[in-house]
């Protein structure tokens, strides 16, 4: 661990021995909560450093015997416990896990806790304030949240916490320039930010609101869309050509074709081409103008004349040969 940690961090109380003491100064720093030996012939010894950031705390605490902890909802924060040594069990509401040295988890905001810690086992604890969640969900994606982001949900695969723990190691505990905090606080407040949006980027309550609106495309960026077909449909472009056009992904332009056009854009270019080369072939016909069908197919787009004929066949129900003399198929 950084030596620059251990500089920084403000005892709270060391060594206690009385478990209501210990409850209380604990309580000060996050909220009142109860606090009771499993077994009335163990000898507490707890311990406690902390120290504020920003919207963010670090602590490291110490209980040398089981103890069982019981709290209602945080209600304004989270807490990430990151075991350095020993284990803990946590639930939260109908939700269970077990917290151990490299399987850290986070405490949900508006859930009820109950937690049983072994002996030996030490903590370090990263309290995020709601607010700064709320604002970061805000801010970066666009989603109001009405109720509290949730990390435990049932019913749905729990967050792993183990790339977060990596990132809260460098970021914080092990940041070279943590000693010299009070003259950094607009570097760490970007770092909260920073540690508040990787942990949306996981699982949790609102993540099917953040990949509606990551992946959410307006209906004016289709007609740009559709408007980069009509002058190019000659050429050969692709989807990622015609997304890098209207400076969104892939993805992105597949999700909005599908949900204003109930097509892709492969299938709504492909249609574009053929609408096109009827038009050529009708207008050849009329005009009497001697151009070859594969000519016709190439300078729309089809620069395989098999496949031209299968999808022309496909789409109006008759080949290219057949609008050119103006009969129909005998299909």
């Given at each position: 661990?950084?030596?620059n940690f251990?500089?920084i961090?403000?005892?709270?109380?060391k060594?206690s021995?009385d478990?209501?003491?210990?409850?209380?100064?604990?309580?000060?720093?996050?909220q009142p909560?109860?606090?009771?030996?499993?077994?009335?012939?163990?000898q507490?010894?707890a311990?406690?450093?902390?120290?504020?950031?920003?919207e963010?705390?670090i602590?490291?605490l110490?209980?040398?015997?089981?103890?069982h902890?019981?709290?209602?909802?945080f209600?304004n924060?989270?807490?990430?416990?990151?075991?350095?040594?020993?284990?803990?069990?946590i639930?939260?509401?109908?939700?269970?896990k077990?917290?151990?040295?490299?399987s850290p988890?986070?405490?949900?905001?508006?859930?009820?806790?109950?937690?049983?810690?072994?002996?030996n086992?030490?903590n370090i604890?990263?309290k995020?304030?709601k607010?700064l969640?709320d604002r970061t969900?805000l801010?970066?994606?666009?989603?109001?949240?009405?109720l509290?982001v949730?990390?435990?949900?049932?019913?749905?695969?729990?967050?792993?916490?183990?790339?977060?723990?990596?990132?809260?190691?460098?970021f914080?505990?092990?940041n070279?320039?943590l000693s010299?905090l009070?003259?950094?606080?607009?570097m760490?407040?970007?770092?909260e930010r920073?540690?508040a949006l990787s942990?949306?980027?996981?699982n949790?309550?609102h993540?099917e609101?953040?990949?509606?609106?990551?992946?959410?495309?307006?209906?004016k960026?289709?007609?740009?869309a559709?408007e980069?077909?009509e002058?190019n449909?000659?050429k050969k472009?692709t989807?990622?050509d015609?997304?890098?056009?209207v400076?969104?992904?892939?993805?992105?332009?597949?999700?909005g074709?599908?949900?204003y056009e109930?097509?892709t854009?492969t299938?709504?270019?492909?249609?574009l081409?053929l609408?096109r080369a009827r038009e050529?072939?009708v207008?050849?016909?009329?005009e009497n103008?001697g151009?070859?069908?594969s000519?016709?197919?190439?300078?729309?787009g089809?620069?395989?004349f098999g496949?031209?004929?299968?999808?022309y066949l496909?789409?109006?129900g008759?080949t290219p040969?057949?609008?050119?003399?103006?009969?129909?198929?005998?299909?």
């Amino acid at each position: 661990m950084n030596r620059n940690f251990n500089l920084i961090m403000n005892t709270v109380f060391k060594n206690s021995i009385d478990p209501d003491e210990a409850c209380s100064l604990v309580g000060s720093v996050y909220q009142p909560h109860k606090l009771n030996l499993c077994r009335a012939s163990d000898q507490l010894s707890a311990s406690m450093e902390h120290y504020p950031v920003s919207e963010t705390s670090i602590s490291r605490l110490t209980y040398n015997a089981n103890i069982h902890i019981q709290s209602e909802p945080f209600r304004n924060f989270y807490l990430i416990m990151l075991p350095v040594s020993g284990h803990f069990n946590i639930r939260q509401n109908n939700i269970e896990k077990t917290a151990t040295v490299g399987s850290p988890v986070i405490l949900d905001t508006d859930k009820n806790i109950d937690m049983q810690w072994s002996n030996n086992c030490e903590n370090i604890i990263f309290k995020l304030d709601k607010s700064l969640i709320d604002r970061t969900l805000l801010e970066s994606y666009g989603v109001e949240s009405k109720l509290a982001v949730a990390f435990n949900c049932p019913n749905r695969e729990q967050g792993n916490f183990d790339k977060f723990s990596i990132m809260l190691n460098n970021f914080i505990i092990n940041n070279p320039y943590l000693s010299d905090l009070p003259n950094n606080s607009e570097m760490f407040k970007n770092i909260e930010r920073v540690l508040a949006l990787s942990l949306l980027s996981g699982n949790h309550s609102h993540a099917e609101d953040i990949e509606k609106i990551r992946y959410r495309v307006l209906p004016k960026v289709i007609v740009k869309a559709k408007e980069f077909m009509e002058e190019n449909y000659s050429k050969k472009i692709t989807v990622q050509d015609i997304a890098n056009h209207v400076c969104i992904s892939a993805r992105s332009l597949q999700k909005g074709f599908e949900q204003y056009e109930c097509t892709t854009p492969t299938l709504y270019l492909r249609r574009l081409r053929l609408r096109r080369a009827r038009e050529f072939l009708v207008f050849s016909r009329r005009e009497n103008i001697g151009i070859k069908i594969s000519e016709i197919a190439m300078r729309c787009g089809f620069y395989h004349f098999g496949n031209f004929s299968k999808c022309y066949l496909e789409e109006f129900g008759e080949t290219p040969s057949a609008t050119r003399s103006g009969r129909k198929s005998a299909l």
